[in-house]
């Protein structure tokens, strides 16, 4: 019967060390696979960085060509009604003066369409190159998924 003990023994010291060798291997592995998915992750969160700066820069180019037109629209509106008052001033009768008035009111409508319809356009070009990297992006993460 002493014979069969130092057998298991034996036996069961070969399996503890093939256990610890196995368990050795999974941990490694597990440590390798964790590390690459964190690799993944913190790519996929430098990507996302990376589109929201291009998208907050192309937002900011939109606003400042916006600012600068409302500016110079401000700007040349003033001057149009300095223009007009001194005309009104000088106007010699009632017909005149409101002939002046029509005609620049007439104008100025026109003027303030055709602008608005100017600021429109800045802000649809600004709107869509602005979003187009998010676009991007989120077809990039739903294909990732996907496959």
Known sequence: ?????????????????????????????????????????????????????????????????????ALAFSKKALEDSASVAEASIQARTIQELVEIQSDFAKTAFETYVGQMNKLAGIISETSRE?????????????NKVQA
């Open 1 to 69: 019967m002493a014979g069969k003990t130092k057998t298991t023994a034996k036996n069961t010291g070969a399996q503890s060390a093939s256990t610890d060798q196995f368990d050795a291997d999974v941990l490694t592995n597990g440590f390798e696979q964790a590390f690459s998915k964190y690799g993944d992750v913190a790519a996929f969160g430098k990507e996302n960085y990376q589109t929201f700066l291009e998208f907050g820069n192309a937002a900011k180019s939109g606003l400042e060509v916006l600012q600068g037109e």
């Open 130 to 142: 602005a979003f187009e990297p998010l676009n991007n992006r989120m077809t990039d993460v739903l």
